[in-house]
């Protein structure tokens, strides 16, 4: 027989948990708050290199659209918790926050800690119990609702909030357990596979660039000549591939591709110029400052460690003076710059993901109440849904907005 009954049981204290635990105890629900780790919050320390990007400077239907289709599911929640209600959540505990030129909205200390411990003093407040250290091992269902297995105890519960989270940094305690619970209650799991993921290459000379950045490229998945995916921003070289937040941005497409070697990523180094554009510049420049490197004229545009890489593989000499550049060598410099080839090989998988696509069906949780239509008295939020959107504060926003909205109707 359970130890204890709660009107509500939460279980994993994330972002979309605290927040369903948050609500549902200021209901009045008697709540529970489980969580496997020794601290709660653990991924909202970790995110945003430890400041934590809670949202995006944008409006709900901002939010909705960057999901692509999908986001259809969170009109509901972002009516129950808008941006702006999650950014004056945080300011009303004295978390001010600021918005960055990317449109990422932070904590004004850049500190993750300010934002986790606001969240905690308003759980304090709200009555809610948590218990950290206490993994939920079994859940099932019972005449009175759900009989929860701990380590310690047997938990029951009239109604419980399922929110522990995907598979992405499963060193943060996020190792897919909800998804099983959820599979024997009766739900379908989307495949999980990482999202917002560093990307491998076979090509040996990126490695070469290990930390060079580029701040504004557009990048395309080709899958023979046909564009999987597309998105514009900021590129890393790394000893292992691409990182930054262009690639994690399209990264999905690998990680859900059954063979990503059949893969090809499409650089354009110059999005905001014109292939003729490009050209004429290098046309004018070789007339204009002949007698200069033309590693040193790219570098006008592009970082210098870049542009001796890209004469490599032109076939160019580093040490090529701008008036040597033929029309052949200058269109292929051209054809490098405004459309580099990469060749896949994969990602670097759930432990460097930031995110988890797949999870939970959403067409089996009613999105005006994040019930499952499937199992009475559970309801589902955050990360183990199968709903995932770009960098930037989104999924964050997804998370608190589902979770505040499955608190206040369980």
Not at 329 to 338: N, T, Y
Not at 358 to 377: F, I, N, Q, W, Y
Request: with cysteine; hydrophobic share 45%; aromatic share 6%.
């Amino acid at each position: 027989m359970p130890e204890a009954f709660w009107d509500v049981v939460v279980v994993g204290a994330g972002a979309a948990g605290l927040l369903a635990a948050v609500r549902a105890a200021e209901r009045g629900r008697r709540t529970l708050l489980l969580e496997k780790n020794r601290r709660p919050g653990v991924k909202i320390l970790m995110s945003g290199g430890t400041r934590c990007n809670v949202t995006h400077a944008t409006d709900n239907r901002g939010i909705v659209e960057a999901f692509g289709p999908p986001g259809r599911f969170l009109h509901s929640a972002l009516a129950a918790l808008s941006v702006q209600d999650t950014i004056d959540l945080f300011e009303v505990e004295g978390v001010a926050t600021k918005v960055e030129e990317t449109g990422k909205v932070f904590p004004v200390s850049n500190k993750a800690t300010d934002v986790l411990d606001a969240l905690l003093r308003r759980l304090r407040r709200s009555g809610a119990t948590l218990s950290l250290g206490e993994p939920v091992l079994d859940m099932r269902r019972t005449e009175a609702g759900f009989a929860l297995t701990t380590p310690h105890r047997v938990v029951g519960a009239a109604r419980v909030v399922l929110t522990s989270g995907g598979r992405s940094y499963p060193g943060s305690g996020t190792t897919g357990d909800g998804y099983d619970f959820a599979a024997r209650l009766g739900h379908t799991i989307v495949t999980p596979r990482p999202a917002l993921v560093p990307v491998m290459v076979a090509s040996p000379w990126v490695a070469g660039l290990r930390g060079v950045t580029v701040p504004d490229v557009s990048v395309r998945v080709l899958e023979n000549g046909t564009g999987l995916a597309s998105r514009r921003g900021s590129l890393l070289f790394a000893h292992f591939g691409l990182s930054g937040p262009v690639v994690l941005d399209v990264s999905r497409a690998v990680s859900s591709h059954p063979r990503p070697q059949a893969l090809r990523l499409e650089i354009d180094l110059l999005p905001g110029m014109r292939a003729e554009a490009f050209d004429d510049f290098l046309r004018s420049e070789a007339l204009a400052s002949g007698k200069k490197q033309l590693a040193g004229v790219l570098a006008a545009h592009l970082p210098r460690r870049l542009c001796d890489t890209l004469l490599m593989l032109a076939g160019q000499p580093v040490e090529r003076k701008a008036a040597a550049l033929s029309k052949a060598d200058r269109l292929r410099l051209v054809q490098l710059v405004k459309g580099l080839q990469v060749s896949v090989t994969g990602t670097l998988g759930f432990k460097r993901a930031e995110v988890t696509a797949g999870g939970v069906a959403l067409d089996e949780v009613d999105s005006r109440t994040m019930a499952s239509k499937r199992v009475p008295g559970l309801w589902v939020a955050g990360e183990i849904l199968d709903l995932d959107g770009p960098i930037g504060g989104y999924n964050f926003q997804a998370a608190f907005s589902t979770g505040w909205l499955a608190g206040e109707t369980v």
